[in-house]
């Protein structure tokens, strides 16, 4: 994805810039010990909205596993810890699409 890619960028450019705050610059009276630490602390921040931005921009799913029970229809145990009992059809046919407790994007696990 586009933006994912510009966030990626924009981190790198962050450790980039990180590394520059040496002892170096305050042995050379370039920045004050506060400085640097003040400019540390404005770029963990940005780093911490970098963390969510590429949260909010990888979909989330919620695997599930089916079991079918003969007595009550199919039973999906979502990895959440949530479960859903369809009695006829799959979930698609069902019109589930994400996980009725996280809200994930409901998907099959790998068998
Ligand atoms: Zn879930």
Redesign the pocket.
């Known amino acids: 994805m586009k933006e994912l890619k510009a966030l990626e960028i924009l981190k790198n450019e962050l450790s980039d810039q990180e590394d520059q705050l040496t002892e170096e610059c305050i042995k050379e009276n370039r920045l004050s010990r506060s400085d640097v630490e003040y400019i540390k602390l404005i770029v963990n921040n940005i780093k911490e909205a970098i963390a969510e931005l590429e949260a909010l921009q990888t979909p989330k799913t919620?695997e599930?596993e089916s079991n079918d029970d003969s007595y009550h229809g199919t039973v999906y145990n979502?990895?959440?810890?949530?479960s859903y009992v369809t009695v006829e059809g799959d979930l698609s046919e069902n019109g589930i699409k994400f996980?009725?407790?996280?809200?994930?994007l409901?998907k099959e696990k790998a068998q």
Request: hydrophobic content about 15%; charged content about 0%; some cysteine.
């Open positions: 919620c599930y979502f990895n959440c810890g949530y996980c009725p407790y996280c809200g994930g409901a």
